[in-house]
């Protein structure tokens, strides 16, 4: 059995060693049915996938809001508590830069990150793996962290209820922010949060986290997803988001068709990035483009495969990519000079925006080295090509099509640049101009 030491990030002001942990009563406002009893939040239900929606309708006013209305509520609630003083440091005060070169990775100096963790024993050849309430996860967190409830609606309209309970017996998806943010508006998606669920992919909850691409309307606002082994940390079934004003480098990769579902779904494979990885869009709805990934998803737990998911271009791209890295380091396999850098190649990190925890590393920063780091954690042609053939057969799809892409991925257009040094990007998002129709019920 391979472990390793694994100093997971503080997601949450009441995360500590359980091992501290002395029942004495709660008193924390928490989750959990010590407290859960009259606990209200605001609740966010969205429209249907398939409806688009130009206005927002305000106490029967119809309005064309100049950002997204589920975008303003994420960024107004987040800004509530940064005001409050829930965030464990600014992260508007770490220095960002576009490393120079071809594919413009992404540098953040973000030294508090790493501060006050609480050591654990984390099994990297695990990908699943039973949830245990003894340890911390997201009924532990306060009340004051939550954001809203998110649901996926079945009305043409999104809608907006301020001031709703807490529902125990059918358990809430939540919003939450995430105390030791890498970016502004740095949120968690936690599904169906009272029903314990560990980390791992369903459809239901996939589709989900496609439902708040989708509504949120910017593609500077992304979702990310670790598996365990892929350097999630805890094993509470949650997804990240955040806001970023510019294309990541996984983005901007070029691809290769290989196949095109029945459904519909179209599913390439990176070329020229460091890491191995495939990329599936379109489909007959999104629906299909969401069953057609969590069905891949699901192969990949169900045959121990670590792996990390980035949503992007509002729920239309998404990008599977397996990885070997824990695994690799467990086994004494990873160049002392990456590992001297202590970052793990999580989904952000994958995706070109590399957080580091150095100063020394920081300033010294390349685009080689950014992809050194990547490299460690892709799989060999070989294995990816196995793992794939699998994916395909898993999926019901086992014709592939060798037709090269002639175009690179979609870019978005930030609509302004980021300087070369440490200008940020996240003073507020750049947004699409682009609006969902939603109704605020008292």
Request: with cysteine; glycine share 8%; net charge negative.
């Amino acid at each position: 059995m391979l472990k390793i030491k694994r100093v997971p990030t503080v997601v949450s002001n009441y995360q500590k060693d359980e091992a501290a942990d002395v029942s004495v009563g709660c008193g924390r406002n928490c989750l959990g049915a010590c407290c859960l009893k009259g606990a209200r939040l605001p609740l966010y239900s969205c429209k249907k996938l398939e409806t688009t929606g130009e206005k927002v309708v305000v106490n029967g006013e119809a309005r064309e809001p100049p950002v997204a209305f589920l975008e303003s509520l994420v960024l107004g609630e987040w800004e509530d508590r940064f005001q409050r003083g829930l965030f464990r440091y600014d992260v508007t005060a770490c220095e960002t830069k576009v490393i120079p070169g071809k594919y413009g990775f992404v540098a953040q100096l973000n030294e508090g990150r790493h501060l006050k963790k609480r050591p654990t024993e984390f099994l990297v050849d695990k990908v699943l793996q039973s949830f245990d309430g003894n340890k911390f996860n997201f009924t532990k967190v306060g009340q004051e962290e939550l954001l809203f409830q998110f649901e996926a609606g079945e009305d043409s309209e999104a809608q907006f209820f301020p001031c709703m309970p807490l529902d125990a017996e059918d358990s809430p998806s939540v919003v939450a922010i995430n105390v030791s943010p890498i970016e502004y508006g740095h949120v968690l998606l936690i599904p169906r949060v009272l029903d314990c669920l560990p980390q791992r992919i369903d459809h239901k909850s996939f589709l989900l986290a496609l439902h708040m691409a989708s509504e949120a309307a910017n593609p500077y606002f992304r979702l990310g997803y670790n598996s365990l082994g892929a350097f999630a940390t805890i094993n509470h079934l949650h997804f990240q988001a955040y806001y970023l004003a510019m294309p990541f480098p996984l983005e901007k990769a070029s691809s290769k068709k290989m196949i095109t579902t029945d459904n519909g779904v179209k599913i390439s494979e990176l070329l020229n990035y460091p890491m191995k990885g495939l990329l599936f869009e379109g489909g007959k709805s999104m629906q299909d483009l969401s069953d057609t990934v969590s069905d891949a998803c699901v192969y990949l737990q169900d045959n121990n495969i670590p792996f990390n998911i980035l949503i992007s271009d509002c729920g239309r791209q998404i990008f599977l990519m397996p990885q070997c890295y824990a695994e690799k380091q467990a086994l004494g396999e990873v160049s002392p000079e990456v590992l001297e850098t202590q970052v793990n190649p999580a989904v952000w990190e994958i995706s070109g925006h590399m957080v580091l925890k150095r100063k020394e590393d920081y300033e010294g920063a390349t685009e080689d080295k950014a992809w050194r780091l990547l490299a460690e954690a892709s799989m060999s042609e070989e294995r990816f090509k196995e793992v794939n053939a699998l994916i395909f057969e898993a999926i019901g799809c086992t014709n592939q099509e060798e037709e090269l892409e002639g175009t690179k991925l979609h870019q978005q257009n930030t609509g302004g640049s980021v300087n070369q040094k440490s200008n940020r990007t996240h003073g507020g998002p750049v947004t699409n101009g682009a609006a969902s129709e939603c109704i605020v019920l008292q």
